[in-house]
């Protein structure tokens, strides 16, 4: 299976966006304020507000998504979204926290959880995510332009669910928050965990 490149206009929305616009190098979005993704640990709440730009994954393939990674505000997020349903998906990418971006992954089996690391030379910079399906789990690698994909996260998913993959995006704090994402790639998925 080869590489192929995704028009964003094929896929469907799983909550829309404030504007969705088809620009010279990608796709601009804007995000709903307020937009989210989370169920339950810790805070308590359940979100499901986000921003998912989807199309069908199947098994022994992965996905790729590429975005200038420019991010101010707390919680601001961009990257990808694997869903089955509301319960069960994983979002990954780079996120604004406590005053630095981090890369990481968001991983729900009806209960959310969370693991991130600091990145803060990322901002400004072309960011790829990408999500390789393979057997019963999901593997999350991410990297900056110019430099090599590094893990971030391997993550349960069953090989039975009917799945979904795409850019993805919120903002939980604001409104006004836009992402530049430049491409959208299926593939084959990875040959091994480690190199």
């Known amino acids: 299976m080869l590489s192929e490149r995704i028009d964003f206009e094929s896929g469907v929305w799983t909550n829309v966006p404030v504007r969705a616009v088809r620009v010279e190098s990608g796709y601009l979005v804007e995000a709903q304020a307020y937009s989210d993704a989370w169920r339950y640990t810790s805070y308590g709440f359940l979100h499901d507000t986000e921003h998912g730009l989807l199309r069908p994954l199947s098994r022994d393939s992965s996905v790729e998504v590429t975005f200038r990674c420019e991010l101010t505000e707390q919680f601001d997020q961009a990257g990808i979204l694997i ?39 990322w901002l400004g910079k072309e960011v790829t995510i990408r999500a390789s399906w393979s057997g019963d789990a999901v593997t999350i690698r991410a990297k900056a332009e110019g430099e090599d994909f590094r893990l971030v996260r391997v993550a349960h998913w069953s090989q039975d669910f009917h799945t979904q993959a795409g850019p993805m995006l919120c903002s939980p704090t604001r409104g006004g928050f836009s992402t530049h994402f430049t491409t959208w790639i299926s593939g084959p998925s990875d040959g091994s965990l480690h190199a």
């Not at 005053?99 to 990481?104: E, I, N, R, S």
């Not at 729900?108 to 991130?116: A, G, I, P, Q, R």
């Open 83 to 121: 869903r089955h349903d509301g319960s069960h998906w994983i979002k990954a990418g780079v996120e604004f926290v406590d005053g630095y971006a981090q890369v990481g992954a968001v991983v729900t089996h009806e209960f959310s959880d969370w693991s991130v690391a600091p990145v803060d030379d």
